[in-house]
């Protein structure tokens, strides 16, 4: 397979703080359309990860191509654009803002010919807003302010701030943390809905959430990859029970 079939290849990544490798020499390969989770315990650099995919540390050695096309020395904000997402664990919506707003301001304005001459076409706007509301469960929440809603409604209008922009790959760093049972189930159903036009990786501890949802799993541990495949198999296998699930 060439790289060309992956939406991310990951090869060879290491980043040092200080002399400690918090990535060890990596590699992670996430096909077009896959929802990856990515699991392992705390410290085992799953945070790490997400932040060199999306720009936000440095690594010291490796590469990252993004559908192909090299990305490792480029910003925060140029991955941005060349369709990558990330969602942090804190989310940062406008409070005071209305869904519908919160959206609306997540449209990209610089990203096409048409964009730079700033110039918003209103009824594409509008239609963007529609469909992704629907997608995030919210669709009979656009004129309330974001404030006055649940914790799991203001993960799911982050994500949909993400996904304003079309993301191609998208990641999210423990997404239903602090959740409701509910809340958790619906998030399942979101995940598996946005996953079908892009590649997704999420980072979860729950494992009757990641069942739900994942294609492959990724098990992580001091900075390298334990084991990987699907749920059933890395469940079973017995480094992952004595480094993670046995605890
Ligand atoms: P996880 O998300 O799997 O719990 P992290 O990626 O947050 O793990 O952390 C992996 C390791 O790297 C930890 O030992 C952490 O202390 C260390 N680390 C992460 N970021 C930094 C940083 N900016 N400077 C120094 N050490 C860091
Ligand atoms: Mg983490």
Known sequence: MSS???ALAVEDLTVSFDGFKAIDDLNLYIDKNELRVVIGPNGAGKTTL???ICGKTRASAGSIK???EEIIG???HQRVRKGIGRKFQTPSIYENLSVFQNLEV???SGRSVFGALAFRCT???RAKVDEVAADI?????LDTEAGLLSHGQKQWLEIGMLLMQDPELLMLDEPIAG???RERDLTAELLNRICQNRAVIVIEHDMDFVKKIAHKVTVMHQGKILAEGPMDKVQADPKVIDVYLGH
């Open 106 to 108: 997540s449209y990209p």
């Open 74 to 76: 480029l910003a925060e």
């Open 66 to 68: 993004f559908k192909d």
């Open 123 to 125: 009824a594409a706007v």
């Open 50 to 52: 997400l932040d060199l």
């Open 4 to 6: 060309t079939d992956f």
């Open 137 to 141: 469960g919210l669709a009979d929440k």
């Open 179 to 181: 959740m409701s049972a």
